[in-house]
């Protein structure tokens, strides 16, 4: 069920009505019932997976606790309880990534694995595992497995209430797509359901209006930008740099809004229900390096890698070789999460590459600021370098977007070519004429807006909203519900397109 | 607390009207038919015709009013198959409660157990929702993906923002045509037939569809429990009639077992007087004379089979003296008024 389809319309409102309204003391278990029968609109069989990896990392909390518990009555000594302890998360991990490696990489690893027996000269092996990838399994692997870790390491207590754990893995506004939640906050969310103020109207109203901004990103920005985009990239042969640039600025735009719109319905979804969901991305085109890029897009997984892999691998507090070889781990392993593709480990090596030729050359990006006695905090000097990373970014979305790593150098090759546009394949001639493209401009000044109160003002759009006038804040919300329902692309003369994030 | 929920109230009502102005802007404006229908004084209508194009296109009751005082109306869409015809009748039976229902069957011959997406989605749009419209998208839509689309109906029609003109705006879509209509579509422009004149030496039989004559059988049904007289009809077109005229045949022997009547217009095409080089237009539908002529034909057949009455001089009536005052001038200069605009359906 896709947050933008007519059944998750009646859905949304069914499970929060009768949430609202049944005993406290169930609540959480009518909570389980509908995140797993909103999974299993997709596929049904693919349930058992997000119960095996439920149950696997349950388990492993409370091995976790019963070490712990032995350890400090003394039954254990401390040496063969920290062995026992890492043993229990080494299993669980294993058993988790397993599942999620056969799942993902497999077809992936098998063609790398036949193409290097046929250089060798033999045979192949035959692919005898036919699946559809299982929606959002990265995302919730890796949210079980951060409880596992949050309680090895004794951040919190293990979950003793399976079901209560079941909802953490699987609550359905943030299953399939994230955010991907710590269990430091949303297992204490779900444990502080009986003292809720469910019927709060600010509330609902707030987490209503991030909903309609939500669909507005998805259906009136991403899905329409998307045309052009795959127009390009399925015919880049053909096109002039100047349309590469654009198509590939496109894709910039369509993953942000179409990723960002899942993220925002999700909170939303949540904060009607009385739930805080993390923030998910913070205006990342606004960034002014590529550090600060990765501290706004994605934030929940940005977060996950930097406290369950960046700073177990050593982070930042050690030589700085050591340094840039755990930053380009960390990308290595988020360019895999996000595909079993080479051009998404590229995308991964190049932002991490970003980085650490961002640390190496800061002494001489000093020297030439110095030199040239450019203020860092003049406005231009801050514009010079979002604009600078945007474009940065934008070029290793095209590594992303592309469906191979030959289509990928391909496409980049051409876009700093400076190949001349031909005619009959310009800006107009990707589905998109003149009005469509009118449409677009006119949405994007309306998130370009909403952004800007976001980075200046820190304000989030309910937020911001909410601080407006009531003719104001009607007429903005109006203004958003009608532009969704006129220019949205939906119903049957478009087919309903799948978030992009959820092939991850 | 209060004024919280008075504040969500007014926000919802004014949401509300804004979508009912969305809605009657955006909405599809081809069928009118039933539309029109439910703006009649009820139980005026005595003569109902319904089916697909050949329907709406070939007959004009402003003929049968001028001739009789017969008041009759068309109903129907572009390829309109029979079961959407049957559940079109038994929405204008709530408020219509014809002597005569002539159904229009030249989609009779259809294999297929559902009609395209566009076709159901015009059908659909000029009916109220209900039991009938619920059993109508039941029977005619394939792909249960698409059944909210149909139930909500504006995602068919949210992405017309590029063609609304002034009109969409307007009383009766600004058009003086739709002020007093009773379903005729006219076509002015002529283009020549070829009509096949040996047509009743095909004497083979087509099976027809079961849900073709599942549907048959309702309309019998439904006209026993309505009691009102239930007419096959076939009018005339030429393209692939020869094809065609195997499953009319089929239709004439189910008829004949049912006892209903069954007019095909195409085996008694010289009797109508028709002229193939001016009674015909696009896509083997008739000219505007030559709708006049097979309407002159059924004020023919319906006069020498029932007694209606002539209802002429009934202010109750108003829309029919109206309605064929403008088709008398339309007839008087054809060219000057030109075919129905954005003529989207055939078939």
């Known amino acids: ?504 | 607390m209060r004024f919280k929920i008075i504040k969500a109230i007014a926000f919802l009502l004014i949401g509300v009207l804004l979508f009912v102005g969305f809605w009657n802007v955006f909405r599809f404006k081809q069928e009118k038919r039933l539309e029109k229908l439910w703006t009649l004084p009820g139980d005026t209508v005595d003569v109902m015709f319904i089916g697909s194009s050949h329907a709406f296109m070939n007959i004009d009751p402003s003929v049968l009013w001028r001739e009789s005082g017969i008041s009759a109306y068309v109903l129907g869409c572009g390829s309109q198959p029979i079961w959407e015809s049957y559940y079109h009748l038994k929405e204008a039976l709530k408020t219509q409660t014809p002597k005569v229902v002539f159904v229009e069957c030249y989609k009779v011959d259809m294999q297929k157990n559902y009609s395209s997406r566009a076709v159901t989605a015009l059908a659909t749009s000029g009916m109220r929702l209900g039991r009938n419209y619920l059993e109508m998208l039941d029977a005619s839509v394939k792909s249960r993906n698409y059944m909210f689309d149909y139930l909500l109906r504006f995602p068919w029609f949210h992405s017309r923002y590029r063609e609304i003109t002034a009109e969409d705006y307007m009383p009766d879509y600004g058009d003086v045509y739709y002020r007093d209509y009773l379903g005729y579509f006219r076509l002015t422009q002529v283009i020549p037939g070829q009509f096949p004149r040996d047509l009743d030496a095909v004497t083979e039989t087509a099976r027809l569809s079961k849900k073709n004559r599942t549907y048959l059988n309702k309309l019998v049904e439904l006209s026993k429990e309505r009691g009102f007289d239930l007419v096959f009809l076939i009018t005339p077109f030429w393209k692939n009639a020869a094809a065609k005229q195997p499953y009319y045949n089929s239709l004439a022997e189910f008829a004949e077992k049912k006892g209903v009547a069954l007019v095909n217009c195409n085996l008694v095409y010289d009797e109508l007087g028709m002229d193939d080089a001016r009674d015909f237009s696009k896509t083997s539908h008739l000219s505007i004379t030559g709708a006049e002529k097979m309407t002159l034909y059924l004020n023919d057949y319906l006069n020498a089979h029932w007694q209606l009455t002539d209802h002429r001089g009934d202010s109750r009536y108003g829309v029919w003296d109206r309605n064929l005052a403008l088709m008398e001038q339309i007839r008087s200069d054809p060219e000057a008024w030109g075919n129905e605009f954005k003529p989207k359906a055939e078939g």
């Open chain 1, 1 to 504: 069920m896709l947050f933008n389809s007519w059944e998750f319309l009646v859905f949304f409102p069914v499970v929060v009505l009768v949430y609202f309204l049944i005993p406290k003391k169930i609540k959480y278990l009518w909570l389980l019932v509908t995140s797993y029968y909103f999974y299993m609109c997709w596929n049904p069989r693919y349930i058992l997976l997000i119960a095996f990896s439920t149950a696997a990392t349950y388990a492993s909390g409370l091995l976790l606790d019963g070490i712990n518990a032995r350890q400090r009555s003394g039954a254990q000594p401390e040496e063969q309880a920290i062995r026992r302890r890492k043993l229990v998360v080494a299993g669980c991990f294993l058993i988790n990534l397993l599942i999620l490696a056969f799942f993902k990489y497999w077809a992936f690893l098998l063609d790398n694995f036949n193409a290097v027996l046929g250089r060798l000269g033999f045979g192949v092996i035959k692919n005898r595992f036919s699946f559809v990838l299982p929606v959002g399994i990265s995302f919730y692997t890796f949210q079980a497995l951060s409880y596992t870790m949050d309680v090895y390491r004794g951040d919190i207590a293990a979950e003793r209430n399976f079901f209560k754990y079941a909802l953490f893995v699987s609550f359905f506004p943030q299953l399939v797509a994230g955010p991907i939640e710590r269990s430091g906050n949303l297992l204490a969310d779900i444990h502080d359901i009986p003292n809720k103020k469910l019927w709060d109207y600010d509330r609902i109203t707030s987490g209503l209006t991030l909903m309609l901004y939500g669909m507005f990103l998805k259906l009136v920005i991403a899905d329409r930008v998307s045309v052009f985009v795959d127009g390009v990239f399925n015919g880049f042969g053909a096109c002039g740099s100047g349309v590469l640039w654009a198509a590939a600025g496109g894709f910039a735009l369509q993953i942000y809004c179409d990723f960002a719109s899942y993220s925002t319905i999700a909170i939303g979804a949540a904060k009607v229900m009385g739930f805080t969901l993390m923030e998910n991305f913070n205006t990342p085109y606004f960034a002014r390096s590529i550090k600060e890029f990765w501290r706004r897009w994605h934030i929940s997984l940005s977060t996950w890698f930097r406290d369950y892999l960046y700073i177990p691998l050593g982070g930042s507090r050690c030589s700085r070789w050591r340094r840039h070889f755990n930053l380009m781990v960390v990308f290595l392993v988020s360019g895999l999460w996000h595909g079993a593709g080479w051009h998404f480990v590229a995308w991964g090596c190049l932002h991490g590459l970003y980085q650490v030729l961002g640390d190496v050359l800061a002494p001489a990006r000093d020297r030439i600021v110095a030199l040239l006695r450019v203020n860092r905090e003049s406005r231009a000097h801050k514009l010079f370098q979002t604009l600078l990373t945007c474009a940065m970014v934008t070029v290793a979305w095209v590594l992303f977007r592309a469906d191979t790593m030959t289509d990928a150098v391909g496409y980049l090759r051409r876009m700093f070519a400076f190949v001349p546009s031909a005619g009959e394949a310009g800006l107009f001639n990707f589905g998109m004429d003149g009005v469509e493209w009118v449409v677009l401009l006119c949405a994007m000044g309306t998130l370009f807006a909403f952004s800007l109160a976001r980075y200046r003002r820190h304000e989030t759009p309910d937020a911001f909203l909410a601080g407006r006038r009531l003719p104001v804040r009607w007429a903005v919300l109006y203004a958003l519900l009608f532009t969704i329902l006129i220019f949205g692309k939906y119903g049957p003369a478009y087919e309903q397109q799948a978030f992009i994030y959820f092939q991850f």
